[in-house]
């Protein structure tokens, strides 16, 4: 979710024709009502040349930054040498390297067996692919998901995501899924254990289900990192009871929490993975559904799309790759996120009254603040001192943060001030 707010104006910006011609479904510009112009790696500059510092990094979709050199140059040779762009499931030279290199540098090193499917050019594509080929294999309709997960914005995907707002905008019944308490969401629940008893009782009313499916950080959900712990019985229990296990890696995945993949700390071993946003590591659309090669039952385009062979994703895509040739790259983010987090506690332990819990992983990271619109308010202040973030969370009681995972630790500093003093600002407002 995002903050939103009328008012806005560092300097008034003509935004007159997206609110006479674009939908009233428009949202990040109302939260952010600017004309943005250029960007290079964690900041954006606006029309009337005011700089930004990103936190916010398309949602997750910049883990490299903006206009990342090394892609930005692969892209323009690939155009100006007439590469193909679209091409359908076609085999072209372009997938051809992005599969050789992906298995060779992400797959491999993890001792990862998957086959590899393109189903659409984006998140909500890859969990519908899923969804639809756990209960094809399976036989079985049921998914089981969390509380405050988030999973995309069509009807497969909304029928295990737990926003009431996103779900009602379906406007018909969301079938097929069972939701239990994820991990730390009340102390008082045991939600494996609830599960394993709906599992093992006859008469629990649930049915056995095709998958579980689970987010290991809860992005849109509020940043609710679930313990190592707890992905391993998870993982367990979907073991014994011969039940897929899902791993939407959409926003955590790509190096967001540290390591390429976010389940990697936790030793589990998913039966398929979701990948978009940074997967092609430029902005670019793009979404691989990643699955067990015993899983492979589709038939020749059983499950298909149009734009499933972009062809500029798999060339960024593949540039990307480099990142992740060495170790190097993940313990950088590792420890700028260790330091973020410490930066954070700080602020946090310095108004208590105002700040209950700092939490995440990695680069995801956020700040819960339980007062009504308290949040919102934050990030509008930031934004106005040039720092773009946006809010997560049921309530959009959660300042999240998602910077691009190259920034320096100079960025990081000036940022981590806009949001002390935005947050100083917020207060005396809502006060």
């Not at 978009?276 to 590591?281: D, H, N, R």
Request: hydrophobic share 35%; net charge negative.
């Amino acid at each position: 979710m995002i903050p939103t707010s009328e008012t806005m104006d560092p300097e008034k910006t003509d935004m007159s024709v997206f609110e006479e011609v674009e939908s009233e479904v428009r949202s990040y510009c109302r939260s952010f009502p600017t004309i943005f112009e250029k960007a290079k790696g964690y900041k954006l500059w606006d029309r009337q040349g005011r700089e930004y510092i990103d936190f916010f990094a398309g949602a997750g979709t910049l883990n490299y930054g903006h206009n990342e050199s090394g892609m930005q140059k692969r892209l323009i040779e690939y155009l100006t040498s007439d590469g193909i762009v679209h091409s359908l499931d076609m085999a072209t030279s372009s997938k051809e390297e992005f599969l050789s290199r992906f298995q060779d540098v992400i797959l491999k090193p993890r001792n990862l067996e998957y086959k590899v499917m393109f189903p659409g050019p984006t998140g909500t594509n890859a969990v519908e692919s899923a969804l639809k080929l756990a209960r094809k294999v399976t036989g079985r309709q049921t998914v089981v998901s969390f509380t405050r997960g988030f999973h995309g914005m069509t009807l497969g995907s909304l029928a295990v995501t737990g926003n009431a707002f996103k779900r009602k905008g379906a406007g018909i019944p969301l079938t097929g899924a069972v939701s239990l308490p994820y991990d730390q969401y009340n102390e008082n629940i045991d939600s494996l254990t609830l599960l394993e008893r709906y599992l093992e009782d006859k008469g629990s009313g649930v049915d056995l289900p095709a998958a579980v499916i689970l987010e290991t950080v809860q992005g849109e959900g509020g940043i609710n990192a679930a313990s190592f712990e707890w992905l391993k019985q998870v993982e367990q229990i979907c073991r014994r009871y011969d039940v897929l296990l899902i791993v939407d890696d959409i926003q955590a995945g790509c190096g967001r929490t540290g390591t390429f993949f976010s389940f990697e700390p936790a030793e589990i071993q998913p039966d398929i993975v979701c990948l978009s946003k940074s997967l092609s590591g430029y902005g670019v659309p793009f979404a691989v559904t990643l699955f067990r090669p015993d899983l492979d039952t589709w038939a020749p385009g059983e499950h298909n799309g149009t734009f499933r062979g972009h062809n500029l994703a798999f060339v960024a895509a593949t540039e990307a790759l480099r990142f992740w040739e060495t170790d190097a790259f993940s313990r950088e983010v590792q420890r700028k996120g260790d330091r973020v987090k410490a930066a954070l506690q700080k602020i946090a332990d310095k108004h208590p009254d105002l700040i209950t819990q700092v939490r995440g992983r990695g680069l995801m990271l956020g700040m819960e603040f339980p007062k009504e619109g308290l949040a919102d308010e934050v990030c509008s202040e930031a934004f106005k001192r040039g720092l773009i973030m946006e809010t997560s969370g049921p309530n959009s009681e959660v300042v999240k943060l998602l910077p691009p995972l190259i920034i320096d630790d100079e960025g990081l500093d000036k940022g981590l001030g806009i949001l002390e003093e935005s947050i100083e600002s917020a207060a005396k407002k809502i006060s």
